[in-house]
């Protein structure tokens, strides 16, 4: 059960990482495969980014800490397991 909880965060981890590296390379947002990972990101970074009170920044920072967030989470439920 910890492998499976640990795999779970851990691949949301990386999804959202991705997410951040093709934010800095020149892709096509109408491909199938990124739509499908921005829609799926989208569902957890879009309430950090309406809860940060600098939405004018240089830079985002709401993947930093969803991955924050997420391994914060991670670590209770592997601890309630």
């Known amino acids: ?3 499976i ?3 779970v965060f ?3 981890q990386l999804l ?3 997410r ?3 934010s800095w390379i020149p892709h096509d947002p109408y491909n199938h495969y990124i739509q499908t990972l921005y829609n799926f ?3 957890i970074l ?3 980014r309406e809860f940060l009170p600098f939405h004018n920044a240089p830079f985002d920072v709401s993947p ?4 924050f967030i997420i391994d914060f989470v991670k670590n209770i439920l592997l601890n309630l397991v």
């Open 46 to 48: 879009k309430p950090i």
């Open 10 to 12: 851990q691949l949301i």
């Open 16 to 18: 959202v990482l991705v």
């Open 64 to 67: 930093i800490i969803a991955i």
């Open 5 to 7: 909880v640990n795999n």
């Open 1 to 3: 059960m910890r492998w």
């Open 20 to 22: 951040v590296i093709l």
């Open 41 to 43: 990101t989208d569902i």
